[in-house]
Protein backbone atom coordinates (compact mmCIF):
# COMPACT_ATOMS: atom_id res chain seq x y z
CA UNK A 1 0.00 0.00 0.00
CA UNK A 2 0.78 3.70 -0.97
CA UNK A 3 1.37 5.99 1.52
CA UNK A 4 -0.64 9.06 0.46
CA UNK A 5 0.68 12.01 -0.75
CA UNK A 6 -0.22 14.44 1.53
CA UNK A 7 2.65 15.61 3.93
CA UNK A 8 2.72 12.57 7.17
CA UNK A 9 3.09 15.17 9.95
CA UNK A 10 5.89 14.15 12.53
CA UNK A 11 6.65 14.63 16.07
CA UNK A 12 10.15 14.66 17.03
CA UNK A 13 10.48 14.74 21.07
CA UNK A 14 14.47 14.95 21.85
CA UNK A 15 16.20 17.09 24.19
CA UNK A 16 19.08 17.00 21.66
CA UNK A 17 18.75 19.82 18.75
CA UNK A 18 21.46 18.23 16.93
CA UNK A 19 19.24 15.13 16.73
CA UNK A 20 16.30 17.16 15.28
CA UNK A 21 18.65 18.58 12.79
CA UNK A 22 19.95 15.23 11.62
CA UNK A 23 16.28 13.51 11.28
CA UNK A 24 14.87 16.52 9.25
CA UNK A 25 17.91 16.13 6.92
CA UNK A 26 17.26 12.20 6.74
CA UNK A 27 13.54 12.66 6.13
CA UNK A 28 14.20 15.45 3.51
CA UNK A 29 16.39 12.52 1.81
CA UNK A 30 13.50 10.49 1.47
CA UNK A 31 11.72 10.31 -2.18
CA UNK A 32 8.46 10.01 -2.99
CA UNK A 33 6.76 10.87 0.09
CA UNK A 34 6.64 14.45 1.98
CA UNK A 35 7.28 14.50 5.65
CA UNK A 36 6.43 17.47 7.99
CA UNK A 37 8.57 17.11 10.85
CA UNK A 38 8.03 19.00 13.89
CA UNK A 39 10.19 19.07 17.59
CA UNK A 40 9.60 19.15 21.42
CA UNK A 41 12.78 19.21 23.53
CA UNK A 42 11.12 18.70 26.75
CA UNK A 43 8.45 16.26 28.31
CA UNK A 44 6.13 18.76 29.21
CA UNK A 45 5.70 20.30 25.90
CA UNK A 46 6.00 16.86 24.31
CA UNK A 47 2.67 16.48 26.65
CA UNK A 48 1.06 18.89 25.37
CA UNK A 49 1.96 18.48 21.88
CA UNK A 50 1.02 14.68 21.86
CA UNK A 51 -2.51 15.71 24.02
CA UNK A 52 -3.18 17.67 20.68
CA UNK A 53 -2.99 14.40 18.58
CA UNK A 54 -2.39 16.87 15.49
CA UNK A 55 0.41 13.95 14.18
CA UNK A 56 0.27 11.22 12.24
CA UNK A 57 3.78 9.21 13.83
CA UNK A 58 5.44 10.24 16.65
CA UNK A 59 9.35 9.56 16.88
CA UNK A 60 9.92 9.74 20.99
CA UNK A 61 13.97 9.65 22.27
CA UNK A 62 14.39 7.43 25.55
CA UNK A 63 16.16 9.93 27.01
CA UNK A 64 14.55 12.73 28.17
CA UNK A 65 16.14 14.45 31.23
CA UNK A 66 14.52 13.81 34.33
CA UNK A 67 11.98 11.67 32.63
CA UNK A 68 12.41 9.24 29.61
CA UNK A 69 11.26 8.16 26.75
CA UNK A 70 9.04 4.80 28.21
CA UNK A 71 6.97 7.23 30.53
CA UNK A 72 6.08 9.48 28.29
CA UNK A 73 4.96 6.53 25.96
CA UNK A 74 2.89 5.43 28.92
CA UNK A 75 1.64 8.21 29.50
CA UNK A 76 0.17 8.58 26.02
CA UNK A 77 -0.95 5.09 25.74
CA UNK A 78 -3.14 5.69 29.12
CA UNK A 79 -4.74 8.64 27.02
CA UNK A 80 -5.90 6.14 24.47
CA UNK A 81 -3.94 7.93 21.74
CA UNK A 82 -4.58 5.87 18.63
CA UNK A 83 -1.52 7.03 16.51
CA UNK A 84 2.22 5.16 16.02
CA UNK A 85 5.40 5.45 18.19
CA UNK A 86 8.39 4.96 17.46
CA UNK A 87 10.93 4.87 20.44
CA UNK A 88 14.83 6.21 19.82
CA UNK A 89 17.53 5.16 22.06
CA UNK A 90 21.39 3.95 22.07
CA UNK A 91 23.14 0.79 20.89
CA UNK A 92 22.16 -2.01 23.35
CA UNK A 93 19.47 -0.97 25.34
CA UNK A 94 17.75 -4.70 24.49
CA UNK A 95 15.77 -4.57 27.68
CA UNK A 96 14.55 -0.90 26.75
CA UNK A 97 13.34 -2.38 23.60
CA UNK A 98 11.00 -5.18 25.51
CA UNK A 99 9.69 -2.54 27.34
CA UNK A 100 9.04 -0.28 24.54
CA UNK A 101 7.17 -2.85 22.70
CA UNK A 102 5.40 -4.48 25.93
CA UNK A 103 3.97 -0.48 26.79
CA UNK A 104 2.78 -0.39 23.31
CA UNK A 105 5.47 1.37 20.52
CA UNK A 106 5.00 0.03 17.32
CA UNK A 107 9.27 0.29 16.82
CA UNK A 108 12.38 0.77 18.51
CA UNK A 109 15.10 2.51 16.54
CA UNK A 110 18.77 2.58 17.49
CA UNK A 111 19.85 5.98 16.92
CA UNK A 112 23.33 4.86 15.40
CA UNK A 113 22.16 2.99 13.28
CA UNK A 114 19.44 5.25 11.58
CA UNK A 115 19.17 6.35 8.38
CA UNK A 116 17.18 7.69 5.27
CA UNK A 117 15.91 3.98 4.41
CA UNK A 118 15.68 2.59 8.07
CA UNK A 119 13.53 5.54 8.70
CA UNK A 120 11.36 5.48 6.40
CA UNK A 121 10.83 2.30 6.52
CA UNK A 122 9.81 2.35 10.41
CA UNK A 123 8.03 4.82 9.81
CA UNK A 124 5.80 3.49 6.49
CA UNK A 125 5.41 0.01 8.79
CA UNK A 126 4.02 2.03 11.81
CA UNK A 127 1.30 4.31 9.49
CA UNK A 128 0.30 1.36 8.11
CA UNK A 129 -0.27 -1.25 11.01
CA UNK A 130 -2.12 1.24 12.53
CA UNK A 131 -4.29 1.93 9.63
CA UNK A 132 -4.62 -1.83 9.66
CA UNK A 133 -5.81 -1.83 13.50
CA UNK A 134 -7.92 0.95 12.56
CA UNK A 135 -9.74 -0.68 10.13
CA UNK A 136 -9.95 -3.87 11.68
CA UNK A 137 -11.42 -1.95 14.61
CA UNK A 138 -13.53 -0.02 12.87
CA UNK A 139 -15.17 -3.51 11.51
CA UNK A 140 -15.62 -5.00 15.06
CA UNK A 141 -17.16 -2.00 15.98
CA UNK A 142 -19.74 -1.80 13.19
CA UNK A 143 -20.31 -6.01 13.00
CA UNK A 144 -21.48 -4.96 17.12
CA UNK A 145 -24.12 -2.67 16.31
CA UNK A 146 -24.98 -4.49 13.14
CA UNK A 147 -25.28 -7.10 16.07
CA UNK A 148 -27.49 -4.88 17.97
CA UNK A 149 -29.48 -3.83 14.90
CA UNK A 150 -30.25 -7.57 14.49
CA UNK A 151 -31.05 -7.91 18.37
CA UNK A 152 -33.27 -5.18 18.03
CA UNK A 153 -34.98 -5.81 15.01
CA UNK A 154 -35.91 -9.44 15.82
CA UNK A 155 -36.87 -8.95 19.33
CA UNK A 156 -39.91 -6.82 18.05
CA UNK A 157 -43.13 -8.46 16.32
CA UNK A 158 -44.82 -4.84 16.44
CA UNK A 159 -43.97 -3.37 13.03
CA UNK A 160 -45.16 0.51 13.73
CA UNK A 161 -43.04 0.56 16.58
CA UNK A 162 -40.28 -1.28 14.79
CA UNK A 163 -39.83 -0.12 11.32
CA UNK A 164 -39.28 3.30 12.12
CA UNK A 165 -36.71 2.31 14.74
CA UNK A 166 -34.95 0.61 11.34
CA UNK A 167 -34.09 3.04 9.20
CA UNK A 168 -33.10 5.17 12.13
CA UNK A 169 -30.83 2.44 13.41
CA UNK A 170 -29.84 1.52 9.66
CA UNK A 171 -29.22 5.41 9.60
CA UNK A 172 -26.72 5.24 13.06
CA UNK A 173 -24.58 2.78 11.88
CA UNK A 174 -23.38 3.89 8.63
CA UNK A 175 -23.26 7.32 9.94
CA UNK A 176 -26.35 8.51 7.03
CA UNK A 177 -27.56 11.85 8.02
CA UNK A 178 -31.16 10.39 6.53
CA UNK A 179 -32.95 7.89 5.61
CA UNK A 180 -36.15 6.23 4.59
CA UNK A 181 -38.00 2.94 4.27
CA UNK A 182 -40.30 2.67 1.58
CA UNK A 183 -43.40 -0.35 1.39
CA UNK A 184 -45.08 -0.92 -1.52
CA UNK A 185 -48.79 -0.38 -1.34
CA UNK A 186 -51.70 -0.47 -2.90
CA UNK A 187 -51.93 -3.96 -4.26
CA UNK A 188 -48.17 -3.73 -5.81
CA UNK A 189 -49.21 -1.00 -7.89
CA UNK A 190 -47.36 2.29 -5.64
CA UNK A 191 -44.44 2.62 -2.98
CA UNK A 192 -44.84 5.01 -0.61
CA UNK A 193 -41.92 6.14 2.42
CA UNK A 194 -44.19 5.89 5.42
CA UNK A 195 -41.17 5.64 7.67
CA UNK A 196 -38.78 8.71 7.71
CA UNK A 197 -35.32 9.69 9.70
CA UNK A 198 -34.19 13.32 9.62
CA UNK A 199 -36.34 14.35 6.52
CA UNK A 200 -39.45 16.55 6.36
CA UNK A 201 -42.89 14.49 7.04
CA UNK A 202 -44.55 15.32 3.67
CA UNK A 203 -42.20 13.10 2.09
CA UNK A 204 -44.43 10.33 3.32
CA UNK A 205 -47.14 11.45 1.46
CA UNK A 206 -45.63 10.78 -1.83
CA UNK A 207 -46.93 7.91 -3.97
CA UNK A 208 -44.42 6.87 -6.76
CA UNK A 209 -46.50 4.88 -9.05
CA UNK A 210 -45.23 1.67 -10.47
CA UNK A 211 -41.87 1.98 -12.27
CA UNK A 212 -41.09 5.94 -11.21
CA UNK A 213 -37.92 6.35 -8.60
CA UNK A 214 -35.21 5.08 -7.50
CA UNK A 215 -37.01 2.91 -5.08
CA UNK A 216 -39.46 1.02 -7.60
CA UNK A 217 -35.81 0.75 -9.72
CA UNK A 218 -34.50 -1.17 -6.63
CA UNK A 219 -37.76 -3.43 -6.63
CA UNK A 220 -37.67 -4.13 -9.71
CA UNK A 221 -33.98 -4.95 -10.25
CA UNK A 222 -33.71 -6.42 -6.77
CA UNK A 223 -30.15 -5.15 -6.65
CA UNK A 224 -28.87 -2.52 -3.96
CA UNK A 225 -27.65 0.57 -5.33
CA UNK A 226 -24.44 2.84 -4.17
CA UNK A 227 -24.05 6.43 -5.85
CA UNK A 228 -21.64 8.98 -5.08
CA UNK A 229 -24.48 11.28 -6.27
CA UNK A 230 -28.22 10.70 -6.07
CA UNK A 231 -29.27 13.91 -8.10
CA UNK A 232 -27.28 12.36 -10.95
CA UNK A 233 -29.35 9.22 -11.95
CA UNK A 234 -31.57 9.23 -14.29
CA UNK A 235 -34.46 7.65 -11.93
CA UNK A 236 -33.61 10.15 -9.03
CA UNK A 237 -36.90 11.77 -8.31
CA UNK A 238 -37.02 15.80 -8.10
CA UNK A 239 -38.35 16.77 -4.43
CA UNK A 240 -35.86 13.71 -3.29
CA UNK A 241 -33.20 16.21 -5.09
CA UNK A 242 -34.51 19.34 -3.39
CA UNK A 243 -33.94 17.55 -0.13
CA UNK A 244 -29.94 17.84 -1.10
CA UNK A 245 -29.23 14.07 -1.27
CA UNK A 246 -25.60 13.49 -2.25
CA UNK A 247 -24.23 9.92 -1.40
CA UNK A 248 -27.28 7.47 -1.40
CA UNK A 249 -27.67 3.77 -0.38
CA UNK A 250 -30.22 2.07 -1.56
CA UNK A 251 -31.30 -1.79 -0.72
CA UNK A 252 -34.21 -4.18 -1.36
CA UNK A 253 -36.35 -5.48 1.61
CA UNK A 254 -37.21 -8.63 1.05
CA UNK A 255 -37.98 -11.84 2.59
CA UNK A 256 -37.83 -15.48 0.81
CA UNK A 257 -38.28 -13.65 -2.49
CA UNK A 258 -41.09 -11.74 -1.88
CA UNK A 259 -40.47 -7.78 -2.33
CA UNK A 260 -41.88 -5.59 0.51
CA UNK A 261 -39.67 -2.06 -0.23
CA UNK A 262 -36.39 -0.52 0.19
CA UNK A 263 -34.14 0.86 2.97
CA UNK A 264 -32.35 4.30 1.58
CA UNK A 265 -30.05 6.02 3.48
CA UNK A 266 -28.87 9.88 2.36
CA UNK A 267 -25.80 11.84 3.13
CA UNK A 268 -26.89 15.25 3.13
CA UNK A 269 -23.26 17.28 2.91
CA UNK A 270 -20.57 16.27 0.29
CA UNK A 271 -17.77 15.06 2.58
CA UNK A 272 -19.85 12.26 3.85
CA UNK A 273 -19.38 9.29 1.41
CA UNK A 274 -20.61 5.84 1.06
CA UNK A 275 -18.55 2.76 0.97
CA UNK A 276 -18.62 -1.05 -0.50
CA UNK A 277 -18.68 -2.21 3.20
CA UNK A 278 -21.17 0.61 4.18
CA UNK A 279 -23.56 -1.12 1.72
CA UNK A 280 -23.27 -4.41 2.82
CA UNK A 281 -24.21 -3.61 6.23
CA UNK A 282 -27.56 -1.85 5.03
CA UNK A 283 -28.25 -5.06 3.00
CA UNK A 284 -27.83 -7.24 5.52
CA UNK A 285 -30.33 -4.52 7.79
CA UNK A 286 -33.19 -4.41 4.49
CA UNK A 287 -32.62 -8.59 4.88
CA UNK A 288 -33.19 -8.42 8.89
CA UNK A 289 -35.79 -6.18 8.24
CA UNK A 290 -37.69 -8.00 5.02
CA UNK A 291 -37.76 -11.24 7.76
CA UNK A 292 -38.86 -8.75 10.38
CA UNK A 293 -42.30 -7.85 8.61
CA UNK A 294 -42.30 -11.22 6.87
CA UNK A 295 -42.65 -13.19 10.67
CA UNK A 296 -44.83 -10.07 11.84
CA UNK A 297 -47.85 -10.84 9.18
CA UNK A 298 -47.37 -14.41 9.42
CA UNK A 299 -47.51 -13.53 13.24
CA UNK A 300 -50.67 -11.83 13.15
CA UNK A 301 -52.04 -13.95 10.59
CA UNK A 302 -52.12 -16.98 12.57
CA UNK A 303 -53.40 -14.85 15.30
CA UNK A 304 -56.28 -13.41 12.87
CA UNK A 305 -56.90 -17.54 12.21
CA UNK A 306 -56.61 -18.44 15.65
CA UNK A 307 -59.52 -16.05 16.32
CA UNK A 308 -61.53 -16.90 13.63
CA UNK A 309 -60.90 -20.78 14.59
CA UNK A 310 -62.06 -19.60 18.51
CA UNK A 311 -65.04 -18.18 17.16
CA UNK A 312 -66.03 -21.21 14.98
CA UNK A 313 -65.43 -23.36 18.40
CA UNK A 314 -67.62 -21.55 20.60
CA UNK A 315 -70.15 -21.76 17.83
CA UNK A 316 -69.95 -25.20 17.50
CA UNK A 317 -70.58 -25.62 21.36
CA UNK A 318 -73.27 -23.17 21.48
CA UNK A 319 -74.88 -25.68 19.03
CA UNK A 320 -73.89 -28.53 20.41
CA UNK A 321 -75.55 -27.27 23.60
CA UNK A 322 -78.35 -26.27 22.01
CA UNK A 323 -78.72 -30.02 20.08
CA UNK A 324 -77.81 -31.87 23.37
CA UNK A 325 -80.84 -29.40 25.31
CA UNK A 326 -83.42 -30.42 22.03
CA UNK A 327 -82.59 -34.48 22.09
CA UNK A 328 -82.93 -34.05 25.78
CA UNK A 329 -86.12 -32.59 25.64
CA UNK A 330 -87.66 -34.68 22.48
CA UNK A 331 -86.12 -38.04 24.28
CA UNK A 332 -88.53 -37.08 28.00
CA UNK A 333 -91.47 -36.11 25.55
CA UNK A 334 -90.96 -39.15 24.29
CA UNK A 335 -90.20 -41.64 26.81
CA UNK A 336 -93.72 -41.17 28.63
CA UNK A 337 -96.41 -42.16 25.56
CA UNK A 338 -93.65 -44.84 24.55
CA UNK A 339 -94.05 -46.34 27.80
CA UNK A 340 -97.71 -45.94 27.95
CA UNK A 341 -97.92 -47.57 23.96
CA UNK A 342 -95.59 -50.47 24.99
CA UNK A 343 -97.16 -51.56 28.39
CA UNK A 344 -100.65 -51.55 25.85
CA UNK A 345 -99.13 -53.48 22.98
CA UNK A 346 -97.39 -55.78 25.46
CA UNK A 347 -100.58 -56.43 27.30
CA UNK A 348 -102.22 -56.89 23.46
CA UNK A 349 -99.95 -59.35 22.82
CA UNK A 350 -100.48 -61.37 25.53
CA UNK A 351 -104.13 -61.32 24.56
CA UNK A 352 -105.05 -59.49 27.86
CA UNK A 353 -107.61 -57.75 25.09
CA UNK A 354 -108.99 -61.10 23.61
CA UNK A 355 -106.86 -63.76 22.12
CA UNK A 356 -104.95 -62.69 18.94
CA UNK A 357 -105.56 -64.48 15.48
CA UNK A 358 -103.08 -66.60 13.68
CA UNK A 359 -102.81 -63.88 11.18
CA UNK A 360 -102.52 -61.01 13.83
CA UNK A 361 -99.44 -62.64 16.25
CA UNK A 362 -96.84 -62.48 13.93
CA UNK A 363 -97.32 -58.60 13.13
CA UNK A 364 -98.49 -58.07 17.15
CA UNK A 365 -95.03 -59.91 17.64
CA UNK A 366 -93.32 -57.56 15.69
CA UNK A 367 -94.73 -54.48 16.93
CA UNK A 368 -94.27 -55.43 20.36
CA UNK A 369 -90.14 -55.46 19.79
CA UNK A 370 -89.97 -52.40 18.00
CA UNK A 371 -92.05 -50.66 21.18
CA UNK A 372 -89.08 -52.28 23.02
CA UNK A 373 -86.13 -50.85 20.61
CA UNK A 374 -87.63 -47.33 20.80
CA UNK A 375 -88.24 -47.60 24.52
CA UNK A 376 -84.43 -48.81 24.99
CA UNK A 377 -82.87 -46.09 22.35
CA UNK A 378 -84.53 -43.13 24.46
CA UNK A 379 -83.75 -44.59 27.89
CA UNK A 380 -80.22 -45.06 25.87
CA UNK A 381 -80.37 -41.48 24.95
CA UNK A 382 -81.30 -40.23 28.34
CA UNK A 383 -78.65 -41.92 30.20
CA UNK A 384 -75.96 -40.48 27.77
CA UNK A 385 -76.86 -36.83 28.33
CA UNK A 386 -77.51 -37.34 31.64
CA UNK A 387 -74.15 -38.51 32.46
CA UNK A 388 -72.91 -35.90 30.98
CA UNK A 389 -74.73 -33.13 32.73
CA UNK A 390 -76.26 -34.77 35.95
CA UNK A 391 -73.89 -35.11 39.12
CA UNK A 392 -74.06 -39.13 39.70
CA UNK A 393 -73.44 -39.64 43.80
CA UNK A 394 -71.18 -41.93 44.05
CA UNK A 395 -70.79 -44.98 46.88
CA UNK A 396 -68.58 -47.56 47.12
CA UNK A 397 -69.24 -50.70 44.84
CA UNK A 398 -68.72 -54.57 45.35
CA UNK A 399 -67.76 -55.32 41.55
CA UNK A 400 -67.46 -59.06 42.01
CA UNK A 401 -71.26 -58.83 43.04
CA UNK A 402 -71.88 -56.50 40.01
CA UNK A 403 -70.48 -59.21 37.64
CA UNK A 404 -72.40 -61.91 39.24
CA UNK A 405 -75.62 -60.02 38.54
CA UNK A 406 -74.76 -59.02 35.01
CA UNK A 407 -73.31 -62.93 33.77
CA UNK A 408 -76.54 -63.77 35.40
CA UNK A 409 -79.04 -62.15 33.53
CA UNK A 410 -77.35 -62.54 30.24
CA UNK A 411 -77.05 -66.71 30.75
CA UNK A 412 -80.41 -67.07 29.08
CA UNK A 413 -79.36 -64.57 25.88
CA UNK A 414 -76.02 -65.85 25.42
CA UNK A 415 -77.49 -69.68 25.15
CA UNK A 416 -80.39 -68.36 22.78
CA UNK A 417 -77.70 -67.28 20.72
CA UNK A 418 -75.52 -70.94 20.97
CA UNK A 419 -72.46 -69.21 22.86
CA UNK A 420 -70.89 -70.00 26.36
CA UNK A 421 -70.45 -67.13 29.23
CA UNK A 422 -67.98 -67.88 31.86
CA UNK A 423 -67.10 -65.68 34.53
CA UNK A 424 -63.72 -65.42 36.07
CA UNK A 425 -63.51 -63.23 39.31
CA UNK A 426 -60.45 -62.68 40.93
CA UNK A 427 -60.49 -63.51 45.16
CA UNK A 428 -60.39 -60.61 47.61
CA UNK A 429 -61.09 -58.06 44.24
CA UNK A 430 -61.24 -54.36 45.86
CA UNK A 431 -63.94 -52.13 45.90
CA UNK A 432 -64.50 -49.14 44.00
CA UNK A 433 -66.36 -45.68 44.43
CA UNK A 434 -69.23 -45.68 41.87
CA UNK A 435 -72.62 -45.68 41.15
CA UNK A 436 -74.02 -49.16 40.88
CA UNK A 437 -76.71 -47.96 38.18
CA UNK A 438 -74.53 -46.42 36.17
CA UNK A 439 -71.68 -49.13 36.44
CA UNK A 440 -74.66 -51.71 35.67
CA UNK A 441 -75.06 -50.44 32.37
CA UNK A 442 -71.62 -50.57 31.48
CA UNK A 443 -71.37 -54.15 31.95
CA UNK A 444 -75.00 -54.42 30.24
CA UNK A 445 -73.83 -52.84 27.14
CA UNK A 446 -69.83 -54.71 27.06
CA UNK A 447 -72.14 -57.92 27.67
CA UNK A 448 -74.94 -57.32 25.29
CA UNK A 449 -72.47 -56.41 22.22
CA UNK A 450 -70.24 -59.44 23.19
CA UNK A 451 -73.62 -61.75 22.52
CA UNK A 452 -74.95 -59.87 19.46
CA UNK A 453 -71.53 -59.87 17.57
CA UNK A 454 -70.29 -63.45 18.26
CA UNK A 455 -71.70 -65.75 15.97
CA UNK A 456 -72.92 -69.37 17.22
CA UNK A 457 -70.56 -71.26 18.92
CA UNK A 458 -68.43 -68.96 20.03
CA UNK A 459 -67.15 -67.96 23.57
CA UNK A 460 -68.02 -64.77 25.58
CA UNK A 461 -66.01 -64.01 28.97
CA UNK A 462 -66.12 -61.75 31.62
CA UNK A 463 -62.82 -61.59 33.70
CA UNK A 464 -62.31 -58.88 36.90
CA UNK A 465 -59.11 -58.41 38.71
CA UNK A 466 -56.78 -56.47 40.09
CA UNK A 467 -53.65 -54.26 38.34
CA UNK A 468 -51.60 -52.37 40.88
CA UNK A 469 -54.43 -49.58 41.95
CA UNK A 470 -57.14 -50.85 39.55
CA UNK A 471 -59.73 -53.32 38.83
CA UNK A 472 -59.49 -54.65 35.43
CA UNK A 473 -62.97 -55.48 34.31
CA UNK A 474 -62.63 -57.52 30.92
CA UNK A 475 -65.39 -58.68 28.56
CA UNK A 476 -63.38 -60.75 25.76
CA UNK A 477 -65.40 -62.55 22.85
CA UNK A 478 -64.93 -64.99 19.59
CA UNK A 479 -66.72 -62.63 17.86
CA UNK A 480 -66.49 -61.17 14.21
CA UNK A 481 -64.12 -58.53 15.73
CA UNK A 482 -63.71 -55.10 14.92
CA UNK A 483 -60.85 -53.33 12.35
CA UNK A 484 -58.53 -51.43 13.80
CA UNK A 485 -59.15 -48.42 12.16
CA UNK A 486 -62.85 -48.35 13.58
CA UNK A 487 -61.37 -49.25 16.84
CA UNK A 488 -61.61 -45.56 18.44
CA UNK A 489 -64.67 -44.34 16.15
CA UNK A 490 -66.91 -46.89 17.90
CA UNK A 491 -67.02 -45.01 20.96
CA UNK A 492 -68.41 -42.18 19.55
CA UNK A 493 -72.07 -41.35 19.72
CA UNK A 494 -74.38 -42.90 17.02
CA UNK A 495 -71.50 -44.89 14.93
CA UNK A 496 -71.53 -48.25 14.34
CA UNK A 497 -69.14 -49.58 11.91
CA UNK A 498 -72.11 -51.23 9.69
CA UNK A 499 -75.05 -48.11 9.86
CA UNK A 500 -76.44 -48.80 6.70
CA UNK A 501 -80.31 -49.35 7.03
CA UNK A 502 -79.92 -53.43 5.83
CA UNK A 503 -77.13 -53.71 8.26
CA UNK A 504 -77.16 -57.17 10.12
CA UNK A 505 -76.95 -56.26 13.79
CA UNK A 506 -79.18 -54.31 15.18
CA UNK A 507 -78.65 -51.30 18.32
CA UNK A 508 -78.02 -47.55 18.00
CA UNK A 509 -74.13 -46.49 18.38
CA UNK A 510 -74.89 -45.17 21.76
CA UNK A 511 -74.13 -48.25 23.96
CA UNK A 512 -70.05 -47.82 23.81
CA UNK A 513 -70.18 -44.05 23.86
CA UNK A 514 -72.07 -44.49 27.26
CA UNK A 515 -69.75 -47.12 28.63
CA UNK A 516 -66.93 -44.49 28.13
CA UNK A 517 -68.75 -41.35 29.69
CA UNK A 518 -69.73 -43.68 32.19
CA UNK A 519 -65.89 -44.94 32.74
CA UNK A 520 -64.31 -41.94 32.77
CA UNK A 521 -67.06 -39.61 34.77
CA UNK A 522 -65.49 -42.72 37.47
CA UNK A 523 -61.67 -41.33 36.46
CA UNK A 524 -61.28 -44.58 34.57
CA UNK A 525 -60.27 -45.91 31.39
CA UNK A 526 -61.57 -48.09 28.31
CA UNK A 527 -59.94 -49.80 26.10
CA UNK A 528 -60.56 -52.71 22.84
CA UNK A 529 -58.15 -54.89 21.20
CA UNK A 530 -59.52 -57.05 18.73
CA UNK A 531 -58.93 -58.81 15.63
CA UNK A 532 -61.31 -59.07 13.13
CA UNK A 533 -63.31 -62.43 13.01
CA UNK A 534 -61.20 -63.82 15.89
CA UNK A 535 -62.93 -61.75 18.49
CA UNK A 536 -62.74 -57.96 20.88
CA UNK A 537 -61.70 -57.85 24.09
CA UNK A 538 -62.91 -54.45 25.86
CA UNK A 539 -61.41 -53.85 28.90
CA UNK A 540 -62.23 -51.13 31.84
CA UNK A 541 -59.61 -50.34 34.33
CA UNK A 542 -61.27 -48.05 37.35
CA UNK A 543 -59.10 -46.94 40.30
CA UNK A 544 -59.43 -49.04 44.13
CA UNK A 545 -61.84 -47.40 46.24
CA UNK A 546 -59.17 -45.80 49.37
CA UNK A 547 -60.77 -44.69 52.59
P1 LIG B 1 -74.56 -50.61 19.00
O1 LIG B 1 -75.85 -50.16 19.54
O2 LIG B 1 -74.48 -50.57 17.51
O3 LIG B 1 -74.08 -51.88 19.59
P2 LIG B 1 -72.30 -49.53 20.37
O4 LIG B 1 -71.90 -48.12 20.65
O5 LIG B 1 -72.47 -50.43 21.52
O6 LIG B 1 -73.55 -49.46 19.46
O7 LIG B 1 -71.20 -50.14 19.43
C1 LIG B 1 -70.77 -49.42 18.29
C2 LIG B 1 -70.29 -50.36 17.22
O8 LIG B 1 -69.08 -51.00 17.64
C3 LIG B 1 -71.23 -51.51 16.90
O9 LIG B 1 -72.21 -51.12 16.00
C4 LIG B 1 -70.27 -52.54 16.34
O10 LIG B 1 -70.03 -52.24 14.99
C5 LIG B 1 -69.00 -52.31 17.13
N1 LIG B 1 -68.88 -53.25 18.26
C6 LIG B 1 -69.14 -53.02 19.55
N2 LIG B 1 -68.88 -54.11 20.32
C7 LIG B 1 -68.42 -55.07 19.49
C8 LIG B 1 -67.96 -56.41 19.66
N3 LIG B 1 -67.93 -57.00 20.85
N4 LIG B 1 -67.58 -57.08 18.55
C9 LIG B 1 -67.60 -56.49 17.35
N5 LIG B 1 -68.02 -55.24 17.10
C10 LIG B 1 -68.43 -54.51 18.16
Known amino acids: MELDKRPLHILLVDDDEDDYVITRDLLADIKGQPYQLDWQATYNEAVEAISNRQHDVYLIDYRLGAHNGLELLRWAISQEHQSPFILLTGQGDREVDLEAMRVGAVDYLVKEQIDAAIIERSIRYAVERKRVEAQREALLESEQRLNEVTRAISSNLDLSDLLPNVVRLAAELIGAEAGGLALITNYGESIRYPYLFNLPPHFSEHLHPKGQGLAWHIVQTGESLLLAN ?158 ETVDISMERVDLAALAQTATQEFQLAARRA ?51 SEVVLEVADTGIGIPEEEQERIFDRFYQIDGSPTRRYGGTGLGLALVKEIVESHHGRVQVSSIVNEGSRFSVALPCFSE
Open 418 to 468: GLTLELDIAPDLPSILGAPFHLGRVLDNLLSNAIKFTPSGGAVRFSAYQQN
Open 230 to 387: YASHPQATDYWKQAGIFSFIGVPVVAAKQNFGVLALFSLSAEIQFNDRELALVESVGRQAGFAIQNARLFSETQHRAKELETALTRLEELDRLKSAFIRNASHELRTPLAIMRGYVELMADGAFGELTVAQKEPMGIVTARAKMLTNLVDDIIAVLNV
